[in-house]
Nanobody, 126 residues
Framework: QVQLVESGGGLVQAGGSLRLSCAAS????????MGWFRQAPGKEREFVTS????????FYSDSVKGRYTISRDNAKNTVSLQMNSLKPEDTAVYYC???????????????????WGQGTQVTVSS
């Protein structure tokens, strides 16, 4: 069982930065791929980024590549998302996610997620 709690969302002007954090509880954190999804009003939840168990491998959606950076600290059971050069279209609720099983090295689909956080709002004003 993994419980995820996000923090760090808020309101920022276009071009600004925010850092999201996700604190995980449960003994399986270090054995789980982790990642972030987001959901804007009226839209489906979309993949943002994920990171492998070791932190060596990462994957980003094209829309955030080069602007966002995911990292994890297995000693502290945390995963972070540094978001730079934010755009109004980045406005969404951001969800921390943990892979469904240790066999998932990295994920891009909600179907591969076993645990979700409650979400944190990110609003980028123009």
């Amino acid at each position: 069982q993994v419980q995820l709690v996000e923090s760090g969302g808020g309101l920022v002007q276009a071009g600004g930065s925010l850092r999201l954090s996700c604190a995980a509880s449960g003994r399986t954190f270090s054995r789980s791929a982790m990642g972030w999804f987001r959901q804007a009003p009226g839209k489906e939840r979309e993949f943002v980024t994920s990171i492998s168990r070791s932190g060596i491998s990462t994957f980003y959606s094209d829309s955030v590549k080069g602007r966002y950076t995911i990292s994890r600290d297995n000693a502290k059971n945390t995963v972070s998302l540094q978001m730079n050069s934010l755009k109004p279209e980045d406005t969404a609720v951001y969800y921390c996610a943990a892979g469904r099983s240790p066999g998932i090295a990295i994920f891009t689909s909600p179907n591969e997620v076993g645990y979700w956080g409650q979400g944190t709002q990110v609003t980028v004003s123009s």
